[in-house]
């Protein structure tokens, strides 16, 4: 009888880890194609500020459709600017609500006559529809 001291071969493994590896490679090309890399700002860019708290309800607004008519206060059209003293609207800026679909060139010649009445604090705010 022979007997065999030497160590004993080690069986192969029935756990295969290519699949694991696998796995974590198509989670990383996964998150590779789904992250946005953000760059990062040249300088320091302070977001704006909200005042809706300081907003008083004595201040007027002016509606502007995307037509480019205005509506203040019952009134519609041009007959609108003629409401519009500088003196009695100082104290509070005026508010134009624009709807989203007005163009930049409606909105530019209104502020332009609206400097030329000597009204130069104006908040624009876009109209949600």
């Known amino acids: 009888m022979i007997v065999d001291f030497s160590t004993p071969r080690k069986k192969p493994s029935t ?3 290519l699949p694991m590896i696998n796995v974590v ?3 990383l090309i996964f998150f590779l194609m789904t992250t946005r890399i953000a760059t990062q700002a040249p300088f320091a860019v302070v977001p704006p500020v909200t005042e809706l708290e300081s907003q008083s309800e004595n201040t007027p607004v ?3 459709s995307a037509e480019g008519v205005l509506f203040f206060e019952g009134i519609e059209g041009d007959a609108v600017l003629g409401l519009l003293e500088p003196r009695a609207i ?3 800026p005026l508010t134009l609500r624009a709807d989203a679909e007005v163009s930049a060139k409606n909105v530019a010649a209104l502020l332009a006559r609206l400097r030329d009445m000597g009204i130069t604090s104006i908040n624009i705010v876009g109209q949600n529809g």
């Open 15 to 17: 756990e295969a880890v």
């Open 90 to 92: 100082a104290p509070y």
């Open 25 to 27: 490679f198509l989670l």
């Open 62 to 64: 002016i509606f502007m």
